[in-house]
């Protein structure tokens, strides 16, 4: 698992990369205020990747139809597709879009394995992801909100992004490299592995085990009654006890 947090954060720092090169040569388009909604099929996905300032709502509803809501003459620079069972939804490269109204696009889904956002905008599910594992990662300064039912669940941020969880799960394995937090308060977990390297904050609940690593600014703040508390600490930010 920790190797796995490890690509997260490669992962989602690569995309803020790409994305910062791709701005400098691209062609720029202003939103026309004429906002529209379009249907679009994609094929089945078991993940889904943000790359834009778009606001993603993960619903119940006709898998395999999504609805992006933008002006008329943005929706052509607007991606959708599925590649290696990954629902990736961003600009097209080489473009510096404008918009004057919101993105807005709505996914129904089954269920996920991995959420991954790389620009400024947000993610949110309207209903419960469930999956035997699941990975969330933040590359960027949006933000993710989900209702998850996991048996094990990874959270990784190299941005300043939150992601805020809710539901139930027997592990979590988070890891922090930069200003952004998790809040998981409202996330009944057995066992939590956290880590920071940054400035932001961990909000756990935990029951039964909790590993703590925290080098830099940043804290660890946990609610429950862990049975078992492993702690280290080498920066300012420390392993506060929130009951």
């Known amino acids: 698992m920790k190797k796995a947090i490890i690509t997260l954060l490669i992962c989602v720092t690569g995309m803020q990369t790409s994305n910062a090169q791709s701005w400098w040569n691209s062609k720029k388009v202003k939103g026309n205020g004429n906002l529209i ?42 991606e959708t597709y599925v590649r290696r069972n990954n629902l990736i939804l961003k600009f097209k490269d080489n473009t510096n879009i404008r918009a004057t109204e919101d993105i807005t696009i709505v996914v129904p889904f089954n269920s996920l394995d991995a959420i991954s956002l790389g620009g400024s905008g947000n993610i949110e599910s309207f209903k419960a992801i469930t999956s035997n594992s699941i990975a969330i990662s933040i ?86 009654k862990p049975e078992k508390i492993d702690s280290n600490s080498l920066g300012s930010g420390d392993v506060i006890n929130r009951n």
């Open 37 to 78: 909604k379009e249907k679009r099929n994609v094929e089945g996905f078991e993940a889904i990747s943000l790359e834009g300032s778009f606001d993603v709502k993960l619903v119940s509803g006709n898998v395999g139809e999504i609805t992006v809501a933008a002006e008329e003459n943005l929706l052509p620079y607007i």
């Open 139 to 224: 590359g960027g300064s949006g933000n993710i909100k989900a209702i998850v039912d996991a048996k094990e669940i990874s959270t990784a941020i190299g941005g300043s992004g939150n992601i805020i969880l809710k539901g139930k799960t027997e592990t979590l394995d988070c890891a922090i490299a930069g200003s952004g937090n998790i809040k998981a308060y409202d996330l009944e977990t057995d066992k939590v592995n956290a880590s920071i390297a940054g400035s932001g904050d961990i909000l756990t609940y935990v029951n039964k085990i909790l590993k703590a690593s925290v080098i830099g600014s940043g804290s660890i703040y946990y609610k429950g």
